[in-house]
């Protein structure tokens, strides 16, 4: 039987060997692991330790009926794990399968990866890190969560504190009000949804949020983790097998999203994370895998009231998608206005779609985008991008809206050869993109300015500009 670590035990100093020689205590990294409640049925795919120290590895599902056994596949179950770190240490990992061919993606967030024997892999990072282990492409792969120290955690028994200790919880739907903070401690899976509605909420912690016993749209909260209201934070958990959109932001002001774990495409719609008619929205040191879009903003209201989709920000995360978009901004959106949104510092390790769709409609103003210092894994895909104004299935008002002020710098494509279109397009005269910057984006090696036949531009835009990296002065 396994024992749970209890909560606000001091952590354990271990050593990192380099060597025949050991470092002193003071200078090692400090770990923390989070043993599984007994009930959980763990992956039989991976063992894993960290410094010597075991860490259970959970499971999670792909494409449970009624969308299993169709055309496409995505590569069946999977695995995830969590640990804390602070510092320079070897994960070492031991599996049944050939670990032989395994990838690292992405590549740079790990030092060195040392393949011991045919089944056993010492994979060294230099402090917190999120990262996907994959001995067959998108088969089965390890994700790893390497997060850092929890600072401050709430304590038990504060009466603003709505706490879950390790276990295993059947707890269905989670209401929040004002205030309020939710803390899911590590080695704990928490079986249902958040609805949080109000000021000052929080919800934290290193356990599991699970929707995995819930079909398709049916979960006990609106969304995974339905929000409104002002100065939220959802911060350090891992989300499984979402059974609708996951972390939906809604008519919010102040929202913080940090090193939260999304291990989904157990169903279909099941996005990441939608900030829905919501303003200054930081997304920060995510790892998303999702079946459907990793984060699509969405003018779902038109009201005065409900406002526009304004200051959003995605930054430092790593994102995976099976069936959709990486990115989609404009798609049922209708409030007047989508703008300052900056998606930067970003790897894109698995896409099938196009991985950026901008296509704005019912008059709504795209502007003011900003994507920088993005990398993307390539498997052969037609598109990268399209800006285009459109008219869709989603729309109540059958009109296309506008793009404006976009810039792509220094995106790059790497991988298998293909077409990786960049398209752009305007709807009629009125309804147009303009003003759009592409530099430094590559494929292969081969910046867009170099390759015309990839630049798709169409009728009804101005101003689009290709061209190199800026050199120094």
């Not at 770190?85 to 990992?93: A, L, M």
């Not at 919010?252 to 279909?268: A, P």
């Not at 300052?340 to 795209?366: C, S, V, W, Y």
């Not at 147009?432 to 169409?458: C, F, H, I, M």
Request: glycine fraction near 8%.
């Amino acid at each position: 039987m396994r024992t749970n670590i209890a909560f606000g035990l001091l952590i354990a100093v271990c050593t990192i060997s380099s060597g025949n020689a050991t470092s002193r205590a003071a200078d090692a990294a400090k770990i923390v692991t989070y043993p599984a409640p007994p009930e959980e049925r763990l992956s039989q795919d991976y063992e894993i330790t960290v410094n010597g120290q075991k860490v259970d590895a959970y499971a999670a599902r792909v494409l449970d009926p009624p969308f299993a056994g169709k055309d496409w596949d995505y590569g069946g179950p999977y695995s995830f794990a969590n640990f804390d770190t602070d510092g320079r240490i070897t994960v070492r990992i031991k599996s049944p399968r050939s670990l032989q061919n395994t990838v690292v993606r992405p590549k740079h967030s790990v030092e060195s990866v040392e393949h011991v024997d045919d089944h056993t892999l010492a994979i060294t990072i230099d402090g917190p890190r999120k990262f996907s282990v994959e001995p067959d492409g998108k088969k089965g792969p390890l994700l790893l969560f390497a997060n850092p120290l929890e600072e401050n955690p709430p304590k038990q028994g504060d009466p603003n504190v709505v706490y879950f200790g390790p276990g295993t919880h059947n707890a269905g739907k989670i209401s929040l009000s004002s205030n309020q903070t939710l803390y899911l401690a590590g080695g704990a899976v928490v079986k249902g949804g958040i609805l949080a509605e109000g000021d000052n909420i929080r919800i934290t912690g290193r356990g599991i949020l699970d929707g995995s016993d819930w079909e398709w749209r049916k979960g006990p909260t609106p969304m995974v983790v339905s929000l409104q209201g002002n100065h939220l934070e959802v911060s350090g958990i891992t989300i499984r097998g979402a059974s609708h959109w996951t972390i939906v932001p809604r008519n919010c002001r102040d929202v913080v999203v940090r090193g939260v774990k999304i291990c989904g495409s157990r169903v279909q719609n099941d996005d990441g994370i939608n900030p829905c008619n919501s303003q200054d929205v930081l997304i920060t040191d995510c790892f998303i895998r999702s079946d459907d879009d990793c984060v699509a903003m969405k003018g779902l209201d038109e009201s005065a009231t409900a406002g526009n989709v304004e200051r959003v920000t995605v930054e430092n995360c790593v994102l995976w998608c099976d069936r959709a978009r990486i990115f989609l901004l404009g798609h049922e959106s209708r409030a007047p206005f989508m703008r300052q949104i900056k998606l930067r510092n970003l790897d894109i390790i698995h896409f099938t779609m196009t991985a950026f769709l901008f296509e704005p409609g019912e008059d709504m103003r795209l502007e003011d985008v900003t994507v920088e210092n993005v990398r993307l894994h390539g498997e052969g895909q037609r598109e990268l991008a399209r800006l285009k104004p459109v008219v869709n299935q989603y729309m109540r008002r059958k009109v296309p809206g506008f793009v404006r002020n976009v810039r792509f710098e220094n995106v790059s494509v790497d991988g298998a050869p293909g077409e990786y279109l960049f398209q752009i397009e305007g709807a009629d005269p009125q309804h147009n993109v303009q003003d759009v910057v592409l530099q430094n984006v590559k494929v292969n090696g081969q910046l867009l300015s170099e390759t015309p036949a990839r630049l798709k531009t169409g009728m009804f835009t101005e101003r689009i500009e290709t061209s190199a990296p800026q050199s120094k002065p």
